[in-house]
């Protein structure tokens, strides 16, 4: 099993950034890739961004590219999500995630595990 921590959310003014961080425990050793969703209030589950365990390149929807950044530090079993230029429509519970296998990385159902979720408000 693979456990997943979030932090780092809150309150941010539109043209801000802020930092999410997603601490990994259990068996990373194992993981496929790692990803950050988001749900915002009334609407589904959407992917933002997500990278193999192995690094090897990132993958951002395009309503954040550009803008969201999702980069690991495997010593510390730690995977981060910058965002810079939020807007009020990045307002959501971001959740961070572990893959065990190999599938696409840009899909929910891809994904085993699942953080608590970490609350992002940006105001205009």
């Known amino acids: 099993q693979v456990q997943l921590v979030e932090s780092g959310g809150g309150l941010a003014q539109a043209g801000g950034s802020r930092r999410l961080s997603c601490a990994a425990s259990g068996r990373t050793s194992s993981t496929y890739a790692m990803g950050w969703f988001r749900q915002a209030p009334g609407k589904e589950r959407e992917f933002v961004a997500a990278?193999?365990?192995?690094?090897?390149?990132?993958y951002s929807a395009d309503s954040v590219k550009g803008r969201f950044t999702i980069s690991k530090d495997n010593a510390l079993n730690m995977v981060y999500l910058q965002m810079n230029n939020l807007k009020p429509e990045d307002t959501a519970v971001y959740y961070c995630?572990?893959?065990?296998?190999?599938?696409?990385?840009?899909?929910?159902?891809?994904?085993?595990?699942w953080g608590q979720g970490t609350q992002v408000t940006v105001s205009s």
């Open positions: 990278m193999p365990w192995s690094g090897e390149y990132t």
């Open positions: 995630a572990a893959a065990m296998a190999r599938r696409a990385i840009m899909y929910g159902r891809s994904y085993d595990y």
